[in-house]
């Protein structure tokens, strides 16, 4: 036979997911409020509580911690357990820049960013028209962020108390205040 008597057979079927188990167990990409009502501590998402724990254990020391990515392919699996509501064990699962990556891409996921669109064009008002350090400034910011939703200041809040916590560690790990704004600023801003 000649290879122009092979016939090529299409099939029309496709396999898709079965998206209302995955919209009902998903925790990436659904909004923080929703999440909330599982949270355990301090009004912020379990999966966050986990993540900055592991971090705080294990990646204050870690050179580049937020800025060296992890695995591609741990990145997926921790997140798929976590979106199907299994248990993570992140000490035997997960390494240092993978956990981090996977919390930068939760908080990228956000159907609203932890500073919603409402108050940034006043956050950058604030800054253009004061100095950074006046009492004006500092009081316009209080007002903006007690504008925020609450489960919104409640991750903040904790992601703040973190990320001071990986500063003092800079000298070791690299991550001042300026580098941690500049890898968390896409994530937090959409």
């Known amino acids: 036979k000649s290879l122009s008597s092979i016939q090529v057979r299409h099939t029309t079927s496709k396999v ?7 919209r009902e167990r998903s925790t990436f990409g659904v909004p923080l409020e929703t999440l909330i009502q599982d949270a355990k501590q301090c009004g912020v998402p379990f999966l966050v509580t986990q993540m900055v724990e592991y971090l705080e ?4 020391e870690h050179v580049g911690i937020f800025r060296i ?3 591609v392919n741990k990145i997926k699996e921790l997140k798929q357990k976590y979106n ?3 248990k ?7 390494d240092v820049d993978s956990v981090a990556s996977l ?5 990228k996921e956000l159907p609203v960013a932890v500073f919603p669109d409402s108050i940034c064009s006043g956050l950058l008002e604030t800054f253009q028209e004061h100095k950074i350090h006046t009492t004006e400034c500092i009081e316009n910011l209080r007002q903006l962020l007690s504008c925020l939703p609450k489960a919104h200041q409640n991750l903040l809040q904790f992601l703040s108390a973190f990320l001071l916590k990986v ?3 800079s000298a070791v790990n690299f991550m001042t205040l300026e580098n941690l704004a500049i890898v968390f600023g896409p ?3 959409k």
């Open 69 to 71: 990515s992890g695995s």
């Open 167 to 169: 500063a003092t560690y």
């Open 103 to 107: 919390l930068k891409l939760f908080l």
């Open 88 to 94: 993570v064990d992140l000490i035997n699962d997960g």
């Open 57 to 60: 254990v294990f990646g204050l």
């Open 84 to 86: 199907r509501g299994e």
């Open 187 to 189: 994530a937090l801003f």
């Open 16 to 22: 898709l997911p079965d998206l209302q188990f995955s």
